[in-house]
């Protein structure tokens, strides 16, 4: 991921576009593709991927802000993503998302509480992933111990 002044950004992100254009279909593939570069897809970025396509900005927004892949906005330094599938949901999962949203700011600065449905650990529930590690049998205590190296 490369963190890059505005117009460097924008210079980029219109490169980026550029070599999908030929494409059918470009606009998911430049998004992706500016992900994976610069982590997420900032508003400079929809104006000029609408740009380079020919699309309108709304056009671009639109699928931006469909699709939970497509950040807007930088990501944290630290992510936990817990499972609030039915099996997890069975071993109190819906608490412990509940709980870690509400005290995020203990297990590290910067970090994101988000949710997924199901990790296929479903008998190990309650499951989530740490910086995208998997782990099961997670609670309050598990996830303080866990992330004690992000404080
Ligand atoms: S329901 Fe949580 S891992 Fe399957």
Not at 18 to 38: I, K, S, Y
Not at 81 to 95: F, I, K, T
């Amino acid at each position: 991921m490369t963190t890059a002044p505005t117009t460097d950004r924008v210079t980029l992100v219109r490169a980026i576009a550029a070599q999908h254009l030929t494409e059918r279909g470009p606009l998911m593939p430049v998004l992706h593709a500016v992900m994976d570069e610069l982590g997420h897809v900032a508003r400079e970025d929809v104006e000029a991927i609408a740009d380079v396509l020919n699309l309108s900005v709304a056009e671009v927004h639109g699928v931006v802000s469909f699709y939970h892949d497509f950040r807007t906005e930088p990501p944290a330094a630290h992510t936990v993503a817990l499972c609030r599938g039915e099996a997890c949901q069975s071993v109190g999962a819906e608490a412990l998302y509940d709980e870690t949203r509400a005290r995020a700011g203990s297990l590290a600065a910067d970090v994101e509480v988000t949710e997924v449905f199901c990790l296929g650990n479903c008998a190990l529930g309650p499951s989530g992933t740490l910086d995208g590690r998997l782990h099961g049998r997670l609670s309050t205590e598990r996830l303080e111990a866990l992330t004690e190296g992000w404080r």
